[in-house]
């Protein structure tokens, strides 16, 4: 009974240590990619339409600029300064974390995950290589969602940021910063704004200065 029992416990933890080396692999691909991985390095892990890895690769872009944005901004003014600065120009981008998922199928080739809001996440082994599947997986727009006019603002967001965490390396006053946060917030936004909150727009650019195609020109010409 005992001899038996011992046996179970090595099967138990076995499968336990396999569950975590697969979860270790969902962790080291995200790591790749949101901490401090190139784009060229990240798109070697990824798999899919062209459409589906071009947008997956500017969102991951996106969330690692406003990494550098965020700890440059509270380097320079501090966290209190940002909490205003976010308050105003609502703006939050997490990084894709591992322990948002748990596996809910794999094989010797294919692992799919499944997160809190039921995102899912498959990887599939390519050339000896876990790599994302990013076809099979619900982290990239639905087939039927406009994948053009996101991709359009997710070059928007992230020139706005690159172009910010530039500005504040250059200006010690915060107040610009803000200024000038607003103006590409309202200018990434615009075609989500109703009416109202277009004129408002509108007219703010025209305060200074300037127009939405001018902004939208500046913002654009930031991004490498």
């Known amino acids: 009974m005992q001899f038996k029992l011992i046996i179970i416990s090595l099967i138990i933890s076995f499968s336990s240590f396999a569950e975590v080396d697969r979860q270790s692999i969902l962790t080291s691909l995200f790591d790749t990619c949101f901490k401090g991985g190139s784009p060229e390095k990240c798109g070697k892990k990824v798999i899919g339409k062209k459409k589906n890895k071009e947008f997956f690769l500017k969102s991951i872009k996106s969330v690692n600029s406003y990494t550098a944005f965020k700890a ?118 615009y075609d989500a704004l109703d009416s109202e909150q277009q004129n408002y727009a509108l007219n703010l650019f025209k305060e200074k200065n300037t127009n939405l195609n001018m902004v939208k020109s500046e913002i654009l010409a930031h991004i490498n």
């Open 72 to 189: 440059t901004f509270i380097k320079t003014y501090g966290k209190e300064e940002f909490d205003k600065y976010s308050s105003k120009n609502t703006l939050t981008l997490l990084p894709l974390s591992s322990k948002n998922y748990q596996i809910e199928y794999y094989d010797s080739n294919n692992i799919i995950f499944k997160g809190y809001t039921n995102k899912k996440v498959s990887l599939i082994k390519f050339n000896n290589s876990w790599v994302f599947d990013l076809d099979n997986s619900s982290i990239t727009p639905p087939e039927n969602s406009d994948i053009s006019a996101m991709s359009d603002m997710a070059d928007l967001l992230i020139g706005s940021l690159v172009g910010l965490t530039k500005f504040i390396h250059t200006n010690p006053d915060v107040g610009l910063v803000h200024q000038m946060g607003t103006l590409y917030h309202l200018t990434i936004l």
